[in-house]
């Protein structure tokens, strides 16, 4: 199974910026999907972006125009670049990778450890 694995996270002003990383260990070619989610405190988990293998993505509202989702696959690793970051934006950053191995079978999700981003006057 593949093991995904955040970094990149931290602490940052209102404003800043900051570029996540999630590396796979093997190839991300393999999932249909991926994404990042958060958490903050109290709340549940949330999708931020959202990109498929085709290139397609999504995202919440509360971050269009503010957050970019990429994936390079030969590089095996997942991106999320974080601009004019907003207190609210602190949370565990999680990535994740969905596939469906066969036609009949159900999806699968593997997911990372998270990074925490902390965004503090």
């Known amino acids: 199974q593949v093991q995904l694995m955040e970094s990149g996270g931290g602490l940052v002003r209102p404003g800043g910026s900051l570029r996540l990383s999630c590396e796979a260990s093997?190839?991300?070619?393999?999932?249909?999907?991926m994404g990042w989610y958060r958490q903050a405190p109290g709340k549940q988990r949330e999708l931020v972006a959202g990109?498929?293998?085709?290139?397609?993505?999504n995202y919440a509202d509360s971050v269009k125009g503010r957050f970019t989702v990429s994936r390079d696959n030969f590089k095996n690793t997942l991106f999320l670049q974080m601009n004019v970051l907003k207190l609210e934006d602190t949370a565990v950053y999680y990535c994740?990778?969905?596939?469906?191995?066969?036609?009949?079978?159900?999806?699968?999700?593997?997911w990372g450890q998270g990074t925490q981003v902390t965004v503090s006057p």
């Open positions: 994740k990778g969905r596939r469906k191995p066969c036609i009949e079978c159900s999806f699968i999700d593997s």
């Open positions: 990109i498929t293998s085709g290139g397609s993505t």
């Open positions: 093997g190839r991300i070619s393999r999932f249909d999907d």
